[in-house]
């Protein structure tokens, strides 16, 4: 008797905690989502630097000139291998 008494359990256990996983899981994941969230505009918002440009002015920066040109004429090699 004591046998049939713990597999109840057991599976009623199972249920009600399955049961309860899917009543609780949108919230969790929701939590966990936000918590991430908040976690990486923290991050990226230390790591990008402050400038005084003003919002909506814009600003032009000259590419810089490439230095050395490639003497290198014979162009690019493309390795390949015929498969049969």
Request: no cysteine; aromatic share 14%.
């Amino acid at each position: 008797m004591g046998l049939l008494k713990t597999l109840f359990f057991i599976i009623l256990f199972y249920y009600a905690f399955k049961f309860i996983m899917r009543l609780l899981a949108p919230f969790l994941v929701k939590k966990v989502a936000d918590t991430m969230q908040k976690k990486a505009e923290e991050q990226f918002g230390k790591q990008q630097p402050k400038s005084n440009v003003k919002e909506g002015e814009t600003i032009i920066d000259k590419a810089p000139r490439s230095k050395s040109q490639t003497k290198n004429s014979v162009g690019e090699y493309v390795d390949f291998e015929e498969i049969d």
